[in-house]
């Protein structure tokens, strides 16, 4: 009996001893990996001080004829700001993370206005992508951001919001609508569809006080679009990654499964971005309408194939009560209106730090290419000029060569 005894409290020793080693081992892997990003979010929050951003007003031609593909090559100039691939010096001593741009619109009454906010030090790269291909436009760095009219706690007693982050509705890999599907529609010129002419109507119909803001945030997403749409593809074709010889019998796929393995490889053939596109409707409490909102969030339904993808507002960012979240409703809807508007006018991604996405749920940017965001955001053609769009007030040129020259 003293033998079982022994035995017994040899095993309860093992077994106790072995539960130490695991919370042990836990809680050294769980506080190695909280420093690591504390020391990462306060590195990165050092190196974002440093930086400074200038808001540039752009005002295209009145005469704008320049379909969207015009704009895929300025999106694909753009991409100069990326570093292929911060060094893990430069990341972790002195916080150095990519570089983002901020393409904005911004519509009031009096008509809509477009900007970006960008690196100083990146100035030029804009500018001479846009003259490039827009040579008519102006551009003119302004002194007070828009967003600063308004107060940093909103809402509050005198101004309310509706927001939302739109993301792809399913895996980046797969694309959405673009400008040569609509191009491709027309049959005559007069029937041309301008793709931002939908948002463009919402945008200059606003009355009194109310404000919508439109923000297409991106940064340089190297190759994360390609090595997502391998997997896809691996996916679909029956493939496994991590097996160096696949066994099985290769997988029969039909035409529409070809068909979407050919979008998902033109897709990531083109240079891509991390993005998230934000909306934002502001106006006086006593005169607050969701109306616009809806409606504007409803002009990303034409960008969805059945088969592909869409653009959907995400559920953890849009501005309406949680249906499934009785306690204090009202409360989580508050923080979820300031952190959309937080992050918008502090152009973030997501508003979370590194440490706060251990255990804090977040939405991550959409993988979209230059053809996908040249179709999202672009100038509107001179069809679509009647809807208070800001503009050049004329078309600038070089002197005629015969101009006389006083001596």
């Given at each position: ?10 095993i ?6 072995t ?33 400074k951003?200038?808001?540039?007003e ?10 969207p ?19 893990p ?27 970006i ?36 706690d ?43 002419a ?22 340089p ?26 066994e ?6 039909s ?48 960008f ?45 991604f997501?508003g979370?730090?590194?440490?706060e ?18 179709t999202?955001?672009?100038?509107p ?27």
């Amino acid at each position: 009996m003293e033998v079982i005894a022994g035995l017994e409290g040899y095993i309860n020793n093992v077994i106790l001893g072995t539960f130490a080693v695991i919370v042990v081992f836990l809680f050294l892997r769980f506080l190695i990996t909280f420093s690591k990003n504390w020391w990462l979010d306060e590195s990165q929050a050092k190196f974002a001080a440093s930086i400074k951003y200038i808001i540039l007003e752009i005002k295209f031609s009145r005469d704008n004829e320049v379909f969207p593909k015009a704009m895929e090559q300025v999106f694909a100039s753009f991409y100069q700001i990326y570093s292929f691939g911060i060094k893990p010096e430069k990341k972790w001593f002195e916080g150095q993370f990519e570089e983002k741009i901020s393409i904005e619109m911004m519509s009031s009454k009096e008509g809509i206005r477009f900007f970006i906010r960008v690196n100083k030090k990146n100035r030029s790269i804009i500018e001479s992508a846009i003259f490039s291909q827009y040579p008519g436009t102006e551009i003119t760095e302004v002194d007070k951001d828009y967003v600063s009219e308004f107060p940093d706690d909103i809402p509050n007693e005198q101004y309310d919001i509706m927001g939302a982050d739109m993301i792809l509705g399913k895996n980046s890999a797969y694309p959405i609508k673009t400008y040569p599907y609509f191009l491709g529609e027309r049959k005559y010129e007069e029937q041309e569809i301008d793709p931002i002419a939908m948002l463009a109507e919402v945008m200059s119909n606003l009355k009194g006080n109310e404000q919508m803001w439109v923000q297409l945030l991106i940064s340089p997403a190297g190759d994360a679009l390609k090595d997502t749409a391998k997997k896809v593809i691996a996916e679909k074709m029956g493939k496994k990654e991590d097996s160096k010889k696949n066994e099985e019998k290769p997988k029969t796929l039909s035409a529409a499964d070809n068909e979407v393995i050919r979008a998902i490889e033109t897709k990531a053939a083109k240079l891509a971005f991390k993005a998230i596109i934000r909306i934002i409707c502001i106006d006086q409490k006593d005169t607050f309408s969701g109306s616009n909102f809806k409606a504007a969030t409803s002009a990303f339904q034409q960008f969805g194939i059945q088969n592909l993808n869409f653009i959907r507002p995400a559920a953890l960012t849009i501005t309406v009560p949680d249906r499934f979240y009785v306690m204090n409703k009202k409360q989580k809807l508050l923080r979820k209106k300031r952190l959309i508007y937080t992050n918008y006018i502090k152009r973030n991604f997501t508003g979370s730090t590194n440490v706060e996405e251990m255990y804090k749920k977040y939405i991550s940017p959409s993988l979209m290419n230059v053809e996908e965001l040249a179709t999202i955001f672009h100038p509107p053609t001179k069809r679509v000029m009647t809807t208070g769009l800001g503009q050049a007030q004329s078309k600038k040129g070089a002197p005629p060569t015969n101009l006389p020259i006083e001596e």
